[in-house]
Structures are given as structure tokens and as C-alpha cells.
């Protein structure tokens, strides 16, 4: 009886196991794919950074904040 009980206590942590493992490899693929193609769709040279009134709103930004 107490075998058998551990038993489907083991199959049951096996299968809840597999369960998640499957899930997190479909999330990696999913999130691998997913970035690929943004990659692929994302124009060519729209790698430059913030403008130079972009940083500037951000610092006063900052300066304001930290006054407070």
C-alpha cells in the first residue's frame, strides 16, 4: 500500500517535471525566435542613441528630482 502511494507520489513529481521543462524550452524558443524577428524587421542603422533633447529632458529630469 505505502509502495504504491510512493509510487504515483514519484510519477506524479515526474510528470508535473517534464511538464515544466517542456514549458520552459517552448518559452526559450518563443523568446529566440521572437527576437529574431524583430531583428530581422527592425530597420537598418536605427541603432543610434537618445537625441541630444532627449538628454537633455532626461537631466532635468533627474535635477528635478533629486531637489525634491
Known amino acids: ?3 504504491e502511494l510512493l509510487l504515483q507520489g514519484l510519477e ?3 510528470a508535473g517535471m517534464g511538464v515544466v521543462f517542456v514549458f520552459l ?3 526559450v524558443a518563443a523568446t529566440s525566435l521572437m527576437s ?3 531583428l530581422r524587421l527592425q530597420p ?3 541603432e543610434s542613441g ?3 533633447e532627449e538628454i537633455a529632458a532626461i537631466s532635468a529630469a533627474i ?3 533629486r531637489r525634491n
Do not use: F, Q, W
Open 63 to 65: 535635477a528635478r528630482h
Open 44 to 46: 537598418p542603422g536605427d
Open 1 to 3: 500500500m505505502e509502495s
Open 12 to 14: 506524479l513529481m515526474l
Open 36 to 38: 529574431r524577428l524583430v
Open 50 to 52: 537618445p537625441s541630444e
Open 25 to 27: 524550452t517552448a518559452l
